[in-house]
């Protein structure tokens, strides 16, 4: 199968600085990638759809402005928590699709962020 | 857009027990998939079906998608310890969207050995 990889795994950060995830496919070129939260014991709730080469398209209830998106290449996708507080203290995790016959989204380790 | 709920929110089995989770819709669905979250990990892709009353079996792992296709079952026979994790189901939006997921709420299970 596909491999996404993200990193990083785990990060802690002070409350107000900004912070950045990367997901990449590593042996596939994906022009849609998604990014998703997850609290505790919860489900995955999509957060946005990362283009490459276009605007992100977010999901209803999530701002912008502070989880800005960066699909700049066929192979990367950022996240970046800006001006973060506790409450974003979250699993963030991206998704990608093959296409040519994979049906499944093949999804990143995932990446733990705290903030203090 | 589409919504799918999954029951049980946790199920606590002994191993050698059967589990089984079921995932709802109130509209037809077009497709489902299921995956498994292990804790601390990421989601893995277990099946995806599409057809009406399409039956799958994967080792001791049994899934069901409705004949209306509004529901969906991951039945699992015989739970052993490594069963452990988070099972969800999928709805894959497909078209211009594909791959972009709704999930049910997850089913947690436990199995003590």
């Known amino acids: 199968g596909a491999v996404v990889s993200q990193h990083p795994s785990r990060v802690i950060c002070k409350s107000g600085t900004s912070v950045k995830i990367e997901c990449r496919s590593l042996?596939?070129?994906?022009?849609?990638m998604f990014w998703y939260r997850q609290f505790p014991k919860q489900s995955l709730m999509l957060m946005a759809t990362?283009?490459?080469?276009?605007?992100?398209?977010?999901e209803q209830g999530v701002e912008k402005d502070k989880f800005l998106i960066n699909h700049a290449s066929l192979t990367l996708s950022t996240l970046t928590v800006t001006s973060a507080h506790p409450e974003d203290s979250s699993f963030y995790i991206c998704s990608a699709t093959v296409g040519g016959g994979y049906t499944e989204a093949f999804f990143g380790q995932g990446t733990r962020l705290t903030v203090v | 857009g589409q919504q799918v709920m999954q029951i049980p929110q946790y199920q606590h089995v002994q191993e050698g027990e059967d589990f089984t989770t079921y995932c709802n819709s109130s509209?037809?669905?077009?497709?489902i998939q299921w995956y498994k979250q292990r804790p601390g990990g990421h989601p893995v892709f277990l099946i995806q079906l599409v057809k009406s009353g399409e039956v799958k079996k994967q080792k001791r792992l049994t899934f069901q998608f409705g004949e209306a296709k509004k529901n969906s079952s991951l039945h699992i026979t015989a739970t052993q310890t490594t069963d452990v994790g988070t099972y969800f189901c999928g709805l894959n939006a497909g078209g211009t969207s594909y791959g972009k997921l709704t999930f049910g709420q997850g089913t947690i299970l436990t199995v003590h050995p």
């Open positions: 990362s283009n490459e080469g276009s605007k992100a398209t977010y």
């Open positions: 042996d596939f070129q994906a022009t849609t």
């Open positions: 509209t037809t669905l077009s497709n």
